[in-house]
């Protein structure tokens, strides 16, 4: 038994922003209530001045196991999650080879099964190699229990084969994660298209590479009732077709990540790599609307793409280095960052990093109602840190939040009952 | 590093006799003034090659040539420096081949200068002979150089520093004898 | 005084230090012109051309620049198609590095290259031109050329023409000018234009007589031919026709307004051959002065400038 003491809970799917204690036995939680009793024999973990959340959950990151183990394997990634309070993640098929059939989601679980140490649900791949041309096994691949396929890292191009991916994946009912990029306009574009890739010579990707595809895949998603999941959201366009495509009721979704949320493209000034990511840090103009879309709900989820790359691969020139910066650690003082300056309320926080996810790809749980697996978040919202690359367990350094003063982390990580984090220590081997 | 005044070892009067002195000594040395010219080292041997190209008109009724010689760039001491010196222009705008060059300086001192500007006026060309004009000889020197024509010789402590003031570039004429306090 | 480590860009130099570059260079530009064109300044020192893009004059003109100082130079020409093939520019510069270089000029297809090697290193960087970033040398000495022939820079209209997007020289020079009070207007094509350059404070004109009328300088950009075959105009032609600096348009500009272009001209196409070879042209002054402001760049960078020192 254990027992978490004190804390102001927030679970918006129960509809609780509350001081809580919460009783967990056996993964599940078995009570909440003020002031309970400590049982004999119960473990107590004093949360007083913390918050408590249900279980984190990314849905999109990338562990690089099986074929890509020198960036992250699926052992590094995970406890990289535990440290970011992350409970359950969502990897992306962009392995080597690509995680387009039953055997290979398969093999990721097995894997996960003897290192992992957060769940993890791996996403199929939409196109067999993810190379665009011919539909993946979806329907096997979500009988071994994928929720999504996405061919993450490019774009699905053909519209074609995009209409037919979303038709057949509804059949199972698995949700169509799309990265959105019109790859003509994006050319080799290696920052925000904008004043300051002018600026500094660097070719630019603009929002409208974005944004064209975004709109083409809702109107491919509306036309099949098909669900519809925009990856890393990041133009304001993009935003703002997916609103108007809400309001009149099509089954799209959309995630952001904390980087967009928190850096523009003057980050990439000094030509620092690990500001390079795909798609771009944009503008002010972009990130503005971006906070918007996330605090007036248009954005279900937070998610960190999570992209790890090796030191020797990101210390080249900016044009030559790959996309991608590792997220899963610094989520959440980011996050927190804007619920301290008031533009976004802890309650929608938490749910577009728990609950949203959840409850668009099915997965468990995203709240603390007695009953649910005892996936719990215990965050010390005063604990401040400036992380140096040994700190991070992740074996990709790729973050541009590297020396920076970070406030806010998570200081217990529990996955069904089981402690991986405590204190900002790892308890798993 | 601060410089506290100790002495004043020429006023405006010495240095004008110097200057009258040091211009007779080289229309002696040199049996006139055939074939001679005057090369100022930046920045104080300037002044003192324009003073002494009016004295030798005023004796001889002849206007040298005079030159402007910047010896930044010839100085061998430019890799133990923090900072570099602001590079002057050089303006010579005769020839000097098979010229009598009379380097006009306001101190000799360790003979590096010297030993710079020689560098810097054999690129420039080949002359006849340098001579080589100081209002101040104050010893201590570290090469094979002397002058051929000296306003005075004084004896110095390496701790001092002879200070040479031209009104052109000080507002006042006199020689200061300076002493480097910690 | 002469503060930094590296020389990387313009646009992060103060006026100040862009005049003291101006400035060191004119008593070079006496030297270039001597019977004996060495001073024995940089004995001992040495300056390793790193160029992973071809060039002959720049690279020459830093080669005789160090020579003159009496500098050690030692081309090294990388020839690769692809920025990740073979060593990485880390590697390479640390190489170098332990070697004893003391300053590194680097030429780099990639923009910010230069900021990647000043990072890894212990030698003084000096950008050749990086991508589409910068070019700080070539703006220096256009600056130098300008001065040379008008004077100051305050009250001057420079008309930038050509494939501003992809020019590094461009962007020095909109930095370099506009920080010593000149006027900067750049006209081209729409589609060679960069995103939101209006906000650097320059003139963007689309017509090219307008661009030209009033200007004291008009600084002419070599057009890359393979930009035609993506598409960013029709073609060569076309663009000769709109956009060529001609003498019928000379003569829109200021009378005696100067013509500088950075090399190497495709005759006939941003320029004709009677502009480039013409009275008000200062095309190959600038080649000179290419040498001398680079001898002021080592030079400083050995060191720095204070006025005097006690003797």
Known sequence: MFLVKGGMLIDPAAGIKAVRDILLQDGRVVEIGEHLEIPEGAEVYDATGKLVTPGLIDVHVHLREPGLEAKETIASGTRAAAMGGFTAVCCMPNTNPVTDSLALVEAVQSIVRRDGAVRVFPIGSITKGSAGQELAEIGDMAQAGVRAVSDDGKPVSRAEIMRLALEYAKMFGVTVISHCEEQSLAGDGVMHYGPMSAMLGLKGIPAAAEEVMVARDIILAEASGARLHIAHISAKGSLELVRAAKARGVKVSCEVTPHHLSLSDEAVSGYSTSTKVNPPLRSLEHITALRQGLADGTIDCIATDHAPHTLEEKAVEFAAAPFGLVGLETAVPLILDMVRNNELDIERAVAALSSNPARIFGLPGGTLRPGSPADLTVIDPDLELVLKPEDLKSQGKNSPFLGMALIGFPVLTMVEGKVVMRDRNLLVD | MKLVEKNQIMDQDAMRRAVTRIAHEIIEKNKGTEGLVLVGIRRRGVPLAVRLQAKINEIEGINLPLGVLDITLYRDDLTTLDHQPVVHRTEVPFGIQGKKVVLVDDVLYTGRTARAALDAIIDLGRPQQIQLAVLVDRGHRELPIRADYVGKNLPTSSKEVVSVRVMEIDQEDRVVLNEISD | ?311
């Open chain 3, 1 to 311: 005084m002469w503060k930094r480590k590296d020389l990387l860009g313009i646009k992060e130099l103060s006026a100040d230090e862009i005049n003291q570059i101006l400035d060191q260079a004119v008593p070079m530009k006496d030297i270039i012109k001597r019977d004996i064109k060495k001073v024995p300044t940089l004995r001992g020192k040495s300056v390793i051309n790193l160029f992973y893009e071809p060039s002959t004059r720049t690279r020459t003109s830093f080669e005789l620049a160090g020579k003159y100082l009496s500098a050690d130079t030692v081309n090294i020409a990388v020839s690769t198609s692809s920025v990740v093939k073979g060593e990485t520019l880390i590697d390479t510069g640390k190489t170098i590095d332990v070697m004893g270089a003391d300053i590194v000029v680097i030429r780099h297809q990639a923009s910010g290259a230069p900021h990647l090697l000043a990072k890894h290193i212990k030698a003084k960087v000096i950008n050749a031109g990086d991508g589409a970033h910068e070019h700080p040398t070539q703006a220096l000495l256009d600056l130098f050329t300008i001065k040379e022939a008008k004077g100051a820079f305050e009250g001057l209209t420079v008309t930038i023409l050509g494939d501003i997007l992809h020019s590094r020289v461009a962007r020095s020079n909109i930095w370099g000018l506009s920080k010593l009070g000149a006027k900067v207007r750049v006209a081209g094509p729409s589609t060679l234009m960069p995103p939101g350059i209006k906000e650097w404070g320059v003139e963007v004109y689309h017509r090219v007589e307008e661009a030209l009328e009033g200007a004291d300088v008009v600084n002419v950009l070599r057009l890359q031919l393979e930009r035609q075959q993506k598409g960013l105009f029709p073609t060569i032609r076309e663009y000769a026709r709109q956009w060529g600096l001609n003498a019928r348009r000379v003569a829109l500009a200021k009378p005696g307004a100067l013509v500088l272009h950075p090399g190497p001209m495709n005759r006939g196409v941003e320029i004709s051959p009677d502009v480039a070879d013409g009275l008000q042209s200062l095309i190959t002054e600038q080649v000179t002065n290419g040498v001398a402001v680079r001898m002021a760049i080592l030079y400083l960078m050995s060191g720095g400038g204070v006025a005097d020192v006690p003797r």
